[in-house]
């Protein structure tokens, strides 16, 4: 069965807002959210407290005449994908960047828009390969991570389960690559993701063979068919961007330094 909009949320925003990269500091009230399947007016609150995530929502649903912000297929549209992002229209998209970033960016905003004139929607592979560099949000100097590092894991990613251990999963999946030139997906190796804390989890009875959504170091969902391919599509629609569809490609800046 599918959840509703404001369960999605909860489970693609916990895994950053667990780590304090964003949204509001509770997040042991956002995991109890996700495990219990409770939708409250508290719930849609905390998910008015995720900076980057909400403008989005409120930019969909907008554009597509959507009442609320979170409406499954709202949420579904940003975190993976689907048609509404087609329809929000390139306008919309560059008044909701000029509103957010260009007091934030200054002289560079510009190079922000390109992807939007490129093509870009409001998909979170968009934010993460398009907005992150021009915002100077590829560093996590608390876990020394690389830049690339923080766009492969914040990046939603797919993969395969492998084997099941406890609150953990072993997932095949496909890490980003950096050339010295171009980004794109590696071979597939193995790692570890967590599903559950002390048994309770957003996604129950998986098994090998599942297909899912990664965000970080969890699981976030089981993928159908027809998501998987979105998810895809939008993902390699914006790496094309980044790579070849702007002048300034503000990832390879970013991945040079």
Known sequence: MLVNGAQLFVR???PPNSRG???????????????SGI?????????KGFAGAWPYL??????????????????????????????VGV?????????RFRA??????????????????????????????????????????????VLDQCRIRWGEVVAVTGDEVLVRSRPLRWDGVALSLGDAVM????????????????????IVSLHWDWVCDRLSPRQLARLRHYFDR????????????????ALEH
């Open 12 to 14: 693609y925003a916990y």
């Open 21 to 35: 990269s964003c949204g509001p500091e509770d997040s042991d009230a956002l995991l109890h959210y996700g495990q």
């Open 39 to 47: 939708t409250d007016p508290g719930l849609r609150e905390l998910a």
């Open 58 to 87: 409120e930019l969909i649903a907008g554009a597509t005449g959507t009442p609320d912000p979170l409406d499954y297929r709202v949420v579904e549209a940003y975190w993976v994908g689907n048609a509404l992002l087609d329809s």
């Open 91 to 99: 306008r919309n998209i560059g008044n909701s960047m000029e509103d």
């Open 104 to 149: 934030r960016t200054g002289h560079q905003f510009p190079h922000l828009m390109e992807g939007v004139l490129a093509g870009g929607v409001p998909h979170h592979s968009f934010h993460v390969l398009e907005i992150y560099p021009w915002l100077g949000l590829l560093r996590d100097d608390r876990r020394s991570a690389t830049a690339l590092a």
């Open 191 to 210: 790692e570890t993701a967590k599903y559950a804390v002390a048994g309770s989890g957003f996604v129950n009875d998986l098994a090998p063979g599942d």
């Open 238 to 253: 914006h790496l094309k961007i980044a790579n070849s569809g702007v002048e300034h490609r503000g990832t390879a800046i």
